[in-house]
């Protein structure tokens, strides 16, 4: 029996549909397929490979963490830069604090590992003919300013005003200091046209924000990443801390001009220095640093579109030193000292840096320096800070071939007390030799807008320059209240101990609605500063009419 098989209509359409396809992709292929002629310019004597990337886990990280520090420089105004630091944290950072009032046992070397800074000793030729006819012009107008701060606070507050010793201290030393600024800046603005310009602020506040590498991760972390199979070989690795520094200066002098740096190029650039810097690697809470979550913040004492905009001098409390105990000693004493002036001036030039579009993830491209007293009315003691690098993320702090210089004297009485009478005794003229000349040094560097200010906008730097009202408005509103640091309307979400005990280490409530954030597997701390409600546009208002559907007003975060 044979079966004859005939292509039916259906079939034969189908096959020769399927005939001309291919003749169709065929023809649309060879249109695609470029014709490279004999002449062509993409002949190359040597041959050109597209470049290949790192796909380890830690080429990956380190490819996105640089990713995101470009982005942060092409932001275009100060204020953008800060709160793109900030967007990934709704709630804050969690920041090591430093401030004046927590300097804790042979801190030192973790300062100055946090900050990269050498500290040397002040040159002790200080004078000339010139210095000593000045100091001899305003010794009596000193020496008068003391005797009446003294005598002011001793009527304003007695001995039975109930006041702690540092509290005590603290309002002597602040009507001392700003009585012998008044007769200083008297005595020696006629003769130098600088003091005349400078701004003065009474208790600014000063923060800065930044981050240091090679830590040593805390117990949790290793212990997280251990427990995952993928992880553990980077259980160990070092991480990057965020420290925030806090401080209220008594005084802080600005100018329009930059003071000249007294380290040349050779010694800025110093890889074999850079390798013998302290280090301490350990987390800083075991030195007995606290920790907190705030956002991050760079504030010189002013506002980013406020001028001048370089420090000069300023005035910081040794008040907070009554509070340390005697049995850490005197050596430990003085390295105290040099702590706090080390991590004051660096915090303050480095939220000067940050108003001209420097930050802790671009380095900065030229020197800036400041000049730093501790005192509290009594025992003087100066310094000279030159900031020449901000980079110390991650590798960068092995990497880095740049350091921070900061020298300075030891302690110096300008008098030994004051007698029944209200005058002063044992005054001593070295330190008015250093006060001057502190004073007397002329700010004398100016660079161009392109120098000074390499990652700003040419044409806007602030947010006060946008044109647009409702970007301008949003992006001043956001930042004031990120730098203000005040808590969020809702309470932050926590764990509570029942829920610990009963839900996490126990399942013992298996008939509970989930509903907490650690039931639905929500980490509160990973939620973005974009992520929240938009604020809502009434009807009567909306620009396009009542009935349009753009009920929400736009957001312009950078």
Same mark, same amino acid.
């Given at each position: 029996?044979?079966? %004859?098989r005939?292509?039916?209509?259906?079939?034969?359409?189908?096959?020769?549909s %399927?005939?001309?396809?291919?003749?169709?992709?065929?023809?649309?292929?060879?249109?695609?397929?470029?014709?490279?002629?004999?002449?062509?310019?993409?002949?190359?004597?040597?041959?050109?490979?597209?470049?290949?990337?790192?796909?380890?886990?830690?080429?990956?990280?380190k490819?996105?963490?640089?990713?995101?520090?470009e982005?942060? !420089?092409?932001?275009?105004?100060?204020?953008?830069?800060?709160?793109?630091i900030?967007?990934?944290?709704?709630?804050?950072?969690?920041v090591?604090?430093?401030?004046?009032?927590c300097?804790?046992?042979?801190?030192?070397?973790?300062?100055?590992?946090?900050?990269?800074?050498?500290?040397?000793?002040?040159?002790?030729?200080?004078?000339?003919?010139?210095?000593?006819n000045?100091?001899?012009a305003?010794?009596?107008?000193?020496?008068?300013?003391?005797? %009446?701060?003294?005598?002011?606070?001793?009527?304003?507050?007695?001995?039975?005003s109930?006041?702690?010793?540092?509290?005590?201290?603290?309002?002597?030393?602040?009507?001392?200091v700003?009585?012998?600024?008044?007769?200083?800046?008297?005595?020696?603005?006629?003769?130098?046209?600088?003091?005349?310009?400078?701004?003065?602020?009474?208790?600014?506040?000063?923060?800065?924000?930044?981050?240091?590498?090679?830590?040593?991760?805390?117990?949790?972390?290793?212990?997280?990443?251990?427990?995952?199979?993928?992880?553990?070989?980077?259980?160990?690795?070092? !991480?990057?801390?965020?420290?925030?520094?806090r401080?209220?200066?008594?005084l802080?002098?600005?100018?329009?001009?930059?003071?000249?740096?007294?380290?040349?190029?050779?010694?800025?650039?110093?890889?074999?220095?850079?390798?013998?810097?302290?280090?301490?690697?350990?987390?800083?809470?075991?030195?007995?640093?606290?920790?907190?979550?705030?956002?991050?913040?760079?504030?010189a004492?002013?506002?980013?579109?406020?001028?001048?905009?370089?420090?000069?001098?300023?005035?910081?409390s040794?008040?907070v030193?009554?509070?340390?105990?005697?049995?850490?000693?005197?050596d430990?004493?003085?390295?105290?000292?040099?702590?706090?002036?080390?991590?004051?001036?660096f915090?303050?030039?480095?939220?000067?840096?940050?108003?001209n579009?420097?930050?802790?993830?671009?380095? %900065?491209?030229?020197?800036?320096?400041?000049?730093?007293?501790?005192?509290?009315?009594?025992?003087?003691?100066?310094?000279?800070?030159?900031?020449?690098?901000?980079?110390?993320?991650?590798?960068?702090?092995?990497?880095?071939?740049?350091?921070?210089?900061?020298?300075?004297?030891?302690?110096?009485?300008?008098?030994?007390?004051?007698?029944?009478?209200?005058?002063?005794?044992?005054?001593?003229?070295?330190?008015?030799?250093?006060?001057?000349?502190?004073?007397?040094k002329?700010p004398?560097?100016?660079?161009?807008?392109?120098?000074?200010?390499?990652?700003?906008?040419?044409?806007?730097?602030?947010?006060?320059d946008?044109?647009?009202?409702?970007?301008?408005?949003?992006?001043?509103?956001?930042?004031?209240?990120?730098?203000s640091?005040?808590?969020?309307?809702?309470e932050?979400?926590e !764990?509570?101990?029942?829920e610990?005990?009963?839900?996490?280490?126990?399942?013992?409530?298996?008939l509970?609605?989930?509903?907490?954030?650690?039931?639905?597997?929500?980490?509160?701390?990973?939620?973005?500063?974009d992520?929240?409600?938009?604020?809502?546009?009434?009807?009567?208002?909306?620009?396009?009419g009542?009935?349009?559907?753009?009920?929400?007003?736009?957001?312009?975060?950078?």
């Open positions: 029996m044979f079966i %004859l005939y292509k039916t209509p259906l079939r034969f359409g189908l096959f020769t %399927l005939c001309r396809t291919s003749t169709y992709f065929k023809r649309q292929q060879s249109q695609l397929v470029p014709q490279i002629s004999a002449n062509s310019d993409e002949y190359t004597d040597v041959p050109q490979y597209p470049p290949i990337h790192d796909l380890s886990f830690r080429a990956r990280k490819s996105e963490a640089q990713k995101w520090y982005e942060i !420089i092409k932001a275009s105004t100060v204020e953008e830069k800060m709160i793109k900030n967007m990934p944290r709704y709630y804050g950072y969690k090591i604090d430093l401030h004046d009032r300097l804790p046992y042979n801190c030192l070397p973790a300062l100055q590992h946090y900050t990269r800074t050498v500290l040397e000793k002040m040159p002790s030729k200080i004078g000339d003919e010139v210095l000593a000045q100091v001899e305003i010794r009596t107008d000193v020496q008068d300013a003391i005797e %009446l701060a003294c005598d002011c606070f001793r009527l304003k507050y007695p001995v039975s109930g006041l702690d010793p540092v509290e005590r201290e603290q309002l002597l030393s602040q009507i001392i700003e009585q012998i600024h008044r007769a200083v800046i008297n005595a020696l603005a006629v003769d130098h046209q600088h003091l005349q310009e400078v701004e003065v602020d009474y208790n600014p506040r000063h923060e800065a924000f930044w981050a240091v590498g090679g830590i040593q991760p805390p117990r949790n972390v290793v212990k997280s990443k251990e427990g995952k199979k993928w992880q553990k070989d980077f259980s160990k690795d070092p !991480i990057d801390r965020l420290m925030q520094y401080s209220s200066p008594m802080a002098l600005r100018h329009r001009l930059q003071l000249a740096p007294w380290k040349g190029e050779t010694e800025i650039v110093n890889p074999k220095l850079a390798e013998k810097l302290p280090r301490y690697e350990l987390d800083p809470v075991t030195l007995g640093f606290s920790r907190s979550y705030r956002h991050g913040t760079n504030i004492g002013y506002w980013p579109s406020n001028l001048p905009g370089f420090g000069y001098l300023s005035y910081q040794r008040a030193m009554k509070m340390r105990p005697d049995s850490y000693g005197v430990d004493f003085n390295d105290a000292i040099h702590a706090q002036a080390i991590q004051s001036s915090a303050w030039l480095l939220a000067q840096a940050n108003y579009g420097f930050n802790t993830y671009s380095e %900065l491209t030229y020197p800036m320096n400041t000049q730093t007293i501790i005192t509290n009315g009594r025992v003087w003691s100066f310094y000279e800070y030159q900031l020449n690098t901000l980079l110390m993320h991650g590798d960068q702090i092995n990497e880095n071939p740049k350091v921070n210089y900061c020298r300075g004297t030891e302690e110096l009485n300008l008098y030994e007390s004051i007698d029944e009478n209200g005058k002063i005794k044992g005054f001593n003229d070295l330190v008015l030799h250093h006060l001057v000349k502190f004073y007397t002329i004398s560097v100016q660079r161009s807008a392109a120098e000074m200010q390499p990652y700003l906008n040419v044409e806007i730097k602030r947010i006060a946008y044109m647009d009202d409702e970007k301008r408005i949003f992006l001043e509103k956001t930042y004031k209240f990120m730098v640091n005040r808590p969020r309307h809702l932050i979400p !764990i509570y101990l029942w610990k005990i009963y839900k996490i280490d126990n399942k013992t409530r298996p509970d609605a989930r509903r907490r954030f650690f039931e639905l597997n929500i980490n509160p701390w990973r939620r973005t500063l992520q929240h409600q938009k604020e809502y546009i009434p009807k009567v208002i909306r620009p396009e009542p009935k349009s559907k753009k009920k929400w007003k736009a957001t312009y975060y950078p």
